[in-house]
C-alpha cells in the first residue's frame, strides 16, 4: 500500500498526520501537488510536482494509484476515479468514499453546479466548509489509523 496525497488543498494539520502515519507504519506517502510543498526529509515522503493546470494532479494520481492504495482527497470526481481502479479514499476530514456511497456525492456536487449555474443559488446561499477543526482531526487521524496499518 501507499498513500496518494491530493497535496494542494491538504490542510496543514493532516498534512501532519499523514507524514505521522507513513513513518509510523513505514508506508510510502506520495504528495503530488502543481507546486512543491515542503516535507521534511525521508525516504517515505516523496513530493511529486506536476504542471500547473486543470486536473493535472488528479490525473497522475489515477494514473499511478494502484488497488489497494489509500488517496486522501477531498475531490469527488477524483474519488470515484480512484475507487474505480481499486483504490482506497479517504478525505481530510475522515469520511471514507466507497462505492456505496460515491455515486451520491456526485449526484449532490453535480446537482448543486447545476444549481449555481442556473443562478438559483446565489452567492451568499453557498457557505462552503466549515474551518478545519479539532473534530475534523480526530476523524481523519481515526480514519487513517484503520486504513494504515
Known amino acids: 500500500m501507499q498513500i496518494w496525497v491530493d497535496a494542494d488543498s491538504v490542510p496543514l494539520i493532516a498534512k501532519d498526520l499523514i507524514i505521522k502515519t507513513a513513518e509510523r507504519t513505514q508506508t510510502m506517502a506520495i504528495f503530488v501537488a502543481n507546486q512543491p510543498i515542503k516535507l521534511r526529509k525521508s ?17 497522475y494520481i489515477v494514473e499511478q494509484i ?8 477531498s ?3 477524483l474519488a470515484n476515479d480512484i475507487l474505480d481502479k481499486g483504490g482506497m479514499v479517504l478525505t481530510t476530514r475522515g469520511v471514507v468514499y466507497d462505492k ?21 443559488l446565489e452567492l451568499q446561499e453557498m457557505s462552503g466548509q466549515k474551518p478545519y477543526g479539532d473534530r475534523d ?5 481515526d ?6 496499518r
Open 100 to 120: 456505496n456511497n460515491i455515486k451520491q456525492k456526485l449526484n449532490m456536487r453535480d446537482f448543486m453546479d447545476t444549481m449555481r449555474g442556473t443562478g438559483v
Open 75 to 77: 475531490d469527488i470526481p
Open 137 to 141: 482531526k480526530k476523524a481523519f487521524a
Open 143 to 148: 480514519g487513517l489509523n484503520k486504513l494504515v
Open 43 to 59: 525516504p517515505l515522503l516523496v513530493m511529486t510536482v506536476v504542471p500547473s493546470g486543470f486536473d493535472k494532479a488528479d490525473d
Open 66 to 73: 494502484q488497488p489497494g492504495d489509500l488517496a486522501i482527497t
